[in-house]
Nanobody, 116 residues
Framework: QVQLVESGGGLVQPGGSLRLSCAAS???????MGWYRQAPGKQRELVAT???????NYGNSVKGRFTISRDNAKKTVYLQMNSLKPDDTAVYYC???????????WGQGTQVTVSS
């Protein structure tokens, strides 16, 4: 089981960019890594996932604007967010899903606010 710590959130103007990081306490080589978000009054939704072989999947609302990547040596996953919109405002959570057991680990979340 890995512990996850997100960083990089903050306040940004519409059209701006942010880069989120998720640092794991141990190896992520056997995990599918992902980012999810939850806005006030809404359910948590998929932002992006990346497999061990670096195949990616994105939620429809972020395709073409967000990019997920991973650095297994640094035990870190990133989310580059460009062309941010007010609707992207949410708490962003890092997720690690162990392939063998399908168990999930979650970070504590980082707030992203897009506002002028």
């Amino acid at each position: 089981q890995v512990q996850l710590v997100e960083s990089g959130g903050g306040l940004v103007q519409p059209g701006g960019s942010l880069r989120l990081s998720c640092a794991a306490s141990g190896s992520i080589n056997n995990y599918v890594m992902g980012w999810y978000r939850q806005a006030p009054g809404k359910q948590r939704e998929l932002v992006a996932t990346i497999t061990v072989s670096a195949s990616t999947n994105y939620g429809n609302s972020v395709k073409g604007r967000f990019t997920i990547s991973r650095d297994n040596a640094k035990k870190t996953v990133y989310l580059q967010m460009n062309s941010l919109k007010p609707d992207d405002t949410a708490v962003y959570y890092c997720n690690a899903r162990r392939i063998a057991t399908q168990t999930n680990n979650w970070g504590q979340g980082t707030q992203v606010t897009v506002s002028s």
